[in-house]
């Protein structure tokens, strides 16, 4: 008895199990392709051949994938490429990310695919583009990172890009990264007043699955609070670019960092950190809202505001819940019924009370413009509410502190209430004071803050009209318009430009100005 357990554990080691054997059978096959693979880089390098044909060669004979080629034509170990990876990051200034040699590895196994961000390192480390390590389509950046191209920048991929590779979210980051670096790389490619065709359905589909995310982390019961400065100032930032920047590349910055926000609304963090955090996605969706409305696409606007109340109601900030309301009445004031945009103002003066805010200043001034477009020409008494609402608004703008009173977004500036004030004695048919406060309005705004410029000047060319002078009304808005570059020309300013295309037509039937007009409209 006591030599047949030595005899089991005899044949124990000198037979490995099944399981021992085909572990080891893997581990040799390993050690011949590297085996092959290094006689064939020693051969290909003598012969001066580049990286790229000494990877061709060995997927040729080594029969393995095309990213393992590339590493083993490199002579490079999977800890060396890992290093690589993490120093593009750091070099950025950016977190490590959590790449690994097992991550790698399933790469090269075609177990996994890399995600385009770590795609696009890769390509960086081995100086490829995603095709010759076997990945169809162009990378995250763009460009191309192969031997002959140009050197990559290192910011090519934002720097507020998540490291992480997992579905849904990610997937809808990458998207508007991408936009991000076309508009970049080529400004005046695409009109501003949306993406056309597929791209757009997709850019605005991702945008919306990013704002019905944190939807779920606010209503989830789990929204906490951590909130770094960095997102603060770059919020305050947005604001401040809110009139200069390109409309679409500012949208996609504020929805990065709004996804950014998401993610820490999806985690317990310190509760004293709640509010900080929920404050901030309410600004951020308020500040999305605001720019898709420019953008026209009201029905999303519409959805970021809901989310921006959802967010705002977690604070119990009246005066931030107030903004919302007030900014969400500029949706059915431009697009919808200017009833419910009065409405929306005069809940939003609920909201504000007696305390001094930028609701309080601003609602009376949206008022007053639903009120003219419900009027219309020639209502003596609508003209005089409105302009008892647009003196309340006079009277309180100088009640706001000073950086309220400087920011055009998140505050209310005195050009703006001019601007408001003008546009609205237009519509109830005061053309003259019309003309006075959008000339008060103008001389506020410097040259490169073009939204509000365009609009004001758009509205000088209706008093224009209105007075007679329909042809220089339809010349200053032209120039005005085509003045412009693409990327700045949304589809608030479009839309003005074709109705005063179409009152002029209204109201002087077959003048020959009209139809060159709307020719330079459509080649512009």
């Given at each position: ?44 390098l003598v012969g001066g051949t580049p ?88 990378c995250l950046c763009g460009g191309r ?380």
């Amino acid at each position: 008895m006591p030599g047949k357990p030595r005899g089991l554990a005899t044949r124990g080691a000198g037979r490995p199990s099944p399981a021992s054997g085909s572990g080891e059978v893997v581990a040799l096959a390993s050690r011949r392709e590297l085996s092959a693979a290094r006689q064939v880089r020693a051969r290909e390098l003598v012969g001066g051949t580049p990286p790229d044909g000494i990877a061709a060669q060995i997927r040729s004979e080594c029969g393995t994938t095309s990213i393992r080629a590339y590493r083993l034509a490199l002579g490079i170990a999977l800890a060396d490429v890992v290093a690589q990876v993490r120093a593009w990051y750091q070099a950025e200034g950016r977190r490590p990310p959590r790449f690994s040699e097992t991550l790698l590895s399933a790469y090269e196994s075609g177990q996994k695919r890399p995600g385009p961000e770590y795609l696009h390192y890769l390509c960086a480390v081995y100086r490829a583009d995603p095709q010759d390590l076997g990945y169809p389509g162009s990378c995250l950046c763009g460009g191309r990172h192969g031997a002959a191209a140009r050197p990559v920048p290192a910011a090519a991929v934002p720097a507020h890009a998540g490291a992480g590779q997992g579905p849904g979210g990610d997937d809808d980051e990458d998207l508007i990264r991408r936009a991000v670096l076309r508009l970049r790389a080529d400004p005046d490619g695409e009109p501003t007043g949306g993406i056309p065709g597929d791209a757009g359905s997709a850019f605005f589909g991702a945008a919306d699955r990013i704002r019905r995310r944190m939807d779920d982390a606010l209503l989830a019961g789990r929204v906490s609070e951590t909130m770094i400065d960095r997102w603060e100032q770059a919020t305050a930032a947005y604001g401040r670019e809110y009139l200069v920047a390109p409309p679409l590349r500012l949208l996609s910055d504020t929805l990065l960092d709004f996804s950014d926000v998401r993610r820490m609304c999806a985690e317990r963090q310190p509760v004293e950190s709640a509010e900080r955090l929920c404050r901030l996605a309410g600004r951020l969706a308020g500040l999305a809202g605001i720019i898709l409305i420019n953008l026209g696409e009201p029905r999303l606007a519409r959805s970021f505001f809901r989310t921006a109340r959802i967010a705002a109601d977690e604070t119990g900030d009246r005066g931030l819940r107030a903004w919302v309301s007030v900014r969400e009445a500029l949706v059915p004031l431009y697009y919808g019924d200017p009833g419910e945009a009065l409405a929306l103002a005069g809940s939003a003066a609920d909201l504000a009370g007696r305390h001094p805010c930028v609701a309080g200043v601003m609602a009376p001034a949206i008022s007053a413009r639903a009120m003219a477009r419900m009027a219309g020409h020639g209502r003596r008494s609508a003209l005089d509410q409105a302009r008892d609402m647009l003196d309340r608004a006079h009277d309180a703008v100088d009640g706001l502190p000073a950086s309220d009173r400087a920011d055009t977004a998140f505050g209310y500036t005195q050009r703006q209430l001019f601007f408001h004030e003008g546009d609205a004695l237009l519509a109830l048919g005061d053309g003259q004071r019309a003309a006075r406060a959008l000339s008060r309005a103008l001389r506020g705004y410097r040259p490169g803050e073009y939204l509000d410029r365009s609009l004001i000047v758009l509205g000088q060319a209706r008093c224009l009209l209105e007075v007679g002078q329909p042809e220089q009304a339809l010349r200053l808005s032209q120039n005005a318009l085509l003045g412009l570059d693409r990327e700045h020309r949304p589809e608030i300013v479009l839309q003005a430009a074709r109705m005063l295309g179409r009152l002029v037509a209204a109201r002087h039937a077959g003048l020959p100005a009209v139809r060159e007009y709307r020719e330079a409209l459509l080649t512009g």
